[in-house]
């Protein structure tokens, strides 16, 4: 017998997180694209620190798809691994932050 019932297809990461190298003091911007709208449990981390919006951290939705994160003002303890996870989607990348040599 066929079924009738067709499960929503589920999301997937049409683009995912680029490895960012910036200079302190500059911003880092990430972004994550996603084919569906509506992914619940949304959330940013660096390190395994969940990430909040607030004065550094901008965490954006547009259409409900591209999601992004930028880092304004970052220092140097601030390298380290952007992950993004929407429900079970997960996309990672690199952040390096160089310091500028006199």
Do not use: M, Y
């Not at 992914?39 to 999601?67: A, C, F, M, Y």
């Not at 140097?76 to 996309?91: E, K, M, N, Q």
Request: proline fraction near 2%; charged fraction near 15%.
């Amino acid at each position: 017998l066929l079924s009738l019932c067709h499960a929503e297809e589920a999301a997937v990461v049409v683009s995912g997180l680029r490895n960012t190298d910036v200079f302190v003091g500059e911003s880092a911007t990430f972004t994550c694209e996603l084919s569906h709208p509506g992914v619940k449990n949304v959330q940013w981390w660096l390190d395994g620190t969940p990430l909040h919006n607030n004065l550094v951290t901008e965490i954006s939705e547009q259409d409900g798809r591209i999601h992004t994160l930028t880092l304004n003002d970052v220092a140097c303890h601030d390298s380290g691994t952007v992950t993004f996870r929407a429900g079970s989607l997960i996309s990672s990348a690199k952040l390096l932050v160089k310091g500028i040599s006199l």
